[in-house]
C-alpha cells in the first residue's frame, strides 16, 4: 500500500478532519480533540505546500479531488 506519498497523507487527514468537523456538531466543549484536529489541519497545510513547491500539477489535483480550499 502506498501510505508514504504525500497525496495518500492528504486524503486520510482531510477524511480524518471531515469525520472531527463533524463530531464537534454534537459536541463543542471537546477541546482536547480541537487541539488534535488544528494539528491536523496544520499537518495537511505543510504537505501542501510541500506538494506545491515540488509537483504543482499534482497539488492542483488534489485539492481539486478533494474540495480543499488553496
Known sequence: EDTGSA???I?????RITHLTDHFKK???DFASRRG????????????DYLKRVAP???LDIIRGLGIRK
Open 57 to 59: 500539477q499534482r497539488y
Open 11 to 15: 486524503a486520510l487527514l482531510t477524511a
Open 27 to 29: 459536541h463543542s466543549k
Open 37 to 48: 484536529l488544528l494539528f491536523m489541519v496544520s499537518r495537511r497545510r505543510r504537505l501542501l
Open 7 to 9: 497525496e495518500v497523507q
